[in-house]
């Protein structure tokens, strides 16, 4: 059974900087795809970014599309967003997660972590 633990977020200015990490557990991490999704406040949970852990591919929000970089160290096992250029849309709590390979939803999950783009 995969287990995430995420870090990373805070406030931050709007044009500014921030990398949310995720250390992954257990489970044949080489089987899943890796995510981050976000929930705003009185929002859906959305899609944010995904990556196989063979790190081949790799998959955006239109929303995010050119600011923000998901990427994975399959030796320390960690994932990462690197999120630039932060908008205040880009508020939310974000979540990593994992799917297995070849299945639509993230069946694992982390605790999320506030990501606050504020002046």
């Known amino acids: 059974q995969v287990q995430l633990v995420e870090s990373g977020g805070g406030l931050v200015q709007p044009g500014g900087s921030l990398r949310l990490s995720c250390a992954a557990s257990?489970?044949?991490?080489?089987?899943?795809?890796m995510g981050w999704l976000r929930q705003a406040p009185g929002k859906e949970r959305e899609f944010v970014a995904a990556?196989?852990?063979?790190?081949?591919?790799?998959d955006y929000a239109d929303s995010v599309k050119g600011r923000f970089t998901i990427s994975r160290d399959s030796v320390q096992n960690m994932v990462y967003l690197q999120m630039n250029n932060l908008r205040p849309e880009d508020t939310a709590l974000y979540y990593c997660?994992?799917?297995?390979?070849?299945?639509?939803?993230?069946?694992?999950w982390g605790q999320g972590t506030q990501v606050t783009v504020s002046s």
């Open positions: 990556i196989l852990w063979s790190g081949r591919g790799t």
């Open positions: 257990g489970g044949t991490l080489s089987l899943y795809v």
């Open positions: 997660a994992a799917k297995p390979r070849g299945t639509r939803d993230y069946t694992t």
